[in-house]
């Protein structure tokens, strides 16, 4: 093997360069470490006497860190140690460190309140809170009986959990209540806005929130809601007997575009189109009423006679009569955008409803829809 000859000026050179660069990392460390230091000991405040400062302890862990591999930190805070940091001290977390989340930070986690306005919908409002509109009846007991008919002004509760609001009657007790919704009464007892403790007596008349209570709901559709208003029912007055009586084959309703269709929740057809669209009666038969109803705005009941009764709502105008006998296919109103309180209208449509015996069917398998 040869070796290459080094001679001495090349010698100091190395040297001198080797020198200089362990000098400038020896200066970069320490003005790094004491930078650290005094900003530790501007944060965290010096112990009191007899004890070992928060910087200085600072400097001995990481010293500690330094020369043993695996060394984490002390992260248990001791009574002279800061209650909190700002993040905005540091900038990172250290690793170890336990972060439990702000539930300030959470999307709500209170009871949340919303007094219905004008044009507000029960549906538009649950589904601003996130949830479907049984929890919200689940939430509300005085809108369960009559939920497409709320008045405007009416304030609504939404719970931050599952559960059902209870309006106490007379004789009931945290255990009767408990049972009804098939929780245990710690239930009732854990939630404090109901300031009730064990063997406290239940007030008839207050409201009760019961976490996790479970209760069998549904929703009525518009069609069910009519026959339950006792105040609107007689829209759906039979025709009188000898009246005109239906062909059993059915005209197109209106001329327009399905925006929503027959399922459940929702027993009708949407068709939309311009206002002042012509509305023609499906079939023969006796308008039963005509004019302002309920939830529907401008609305037309016909009775055709045979077991079917129609209903068109959301009128613009109407051309027909109550007591009047139509023809199928004649004209009784045009399309628009009318509602009443409860009612929903996004847009001009014809809400087309038919009844057969009392149960409802689809309006397009008759072959009203266009």
């Not at 002279?80 to 702000?102: I, K, L, N, T």
């Not at 219905?116 to 049984?134: K, P, R």
Request: glycine residues 12%.
């Amino acid at each position: 093997m040869r070796l290459m000859r080094v001679d001495a000026p090349t010698r100091w050179r190395m040297v001198s360069h080797f020198a200089v660069l362990v000098l400038s990392t020896g200066i970069f460390v320490s003005s790094r470490w004491s930078q650290v230091a005094a900003s530790a000991a501007e944060v965290l405040p010096q112990a009191g006497a007899g004890e070992v400062g928060w910087a200085s302890r600072i400097g001995d862990e990481a010293r500690q860190w330094w020369i043993t591999p695996g060394f984490m930190p002390d992260t248990v805070t001791t009574s002279s140690a800061p209650a909190r940091v700002e993040a905005s001290e540091f900038g990172f977390m250290a690793p170890g460190v336990v972060a439990e989340a702000d539930p300030n930070l959470l999307p709500w986690d209170t009871t949340q309140t919303h007094v219905l306005q004008n044009g507000e919908t029960i549906s538009g409002i649950a589904a601003a809170f996130g949830i479907d509109i049984v929890r919200l009846l689940l939430f509300n007991p005085d809108i369960r009986k009559d939920p497409h008919n709320v008045p405007i002004g009416t304030e609504l509760t939404v719970l931050p959990f599952d559960g059902v609001v209870h309006v106490a009657k007379e004789g009931d007790t945290i255990d009767s209540i408990a049972e009804t919704y098939k929780v245990g009464p710690d239930a009732i007892l854990a939630f404090d806005g109901n300031a009730l403790r064990a063997g406290d007596a239940v007030v008839a008349g207050s409201r009760v929130v019961v976490p996790g209570g479970q209760m069998e709901i549904e929703v009525p559709s518009y069609f069910q809601q009519a026959q339950m208003d006792e105040t609107a029912s007689a829209g759906w007055a039979s025709a009188p007997p000898g009246s005109l009586q239906g062909t059993g084959s059915f005209h197109i309703a209106a001329f327009g575009r399905m925006t929503n269709g027959y399922h459940r929740g929702h027993w009708a057809a949407d068709l939309a189109n311009r206002t002042g669209t012509p509305i023609y009666g499906i079939d023969s038969g006796t308008v039963t009423l005509a004019g302002w109803w309920s939830w529907a705005g401008n609305a037309v009941f016909i009775d055709h006679g045979n077991g079917y009764v129609s209903l068109y709502a959301h009128m613009n105008s109407i051309a027909v009569s109550q007591g009047q006998q139509v023809q199928r296919g004649q004209i009784i109103g045009t399309i628009g955008c009318t509602r009443g309180r409860g009612g929903r209208c996004t847009g001009p449509h014809l809400h087309l409803e038919v009844m057969f015996n009392g149960q409802h069917v689809n309006p397009c398998s008759l072959g009203a829809c266009y």
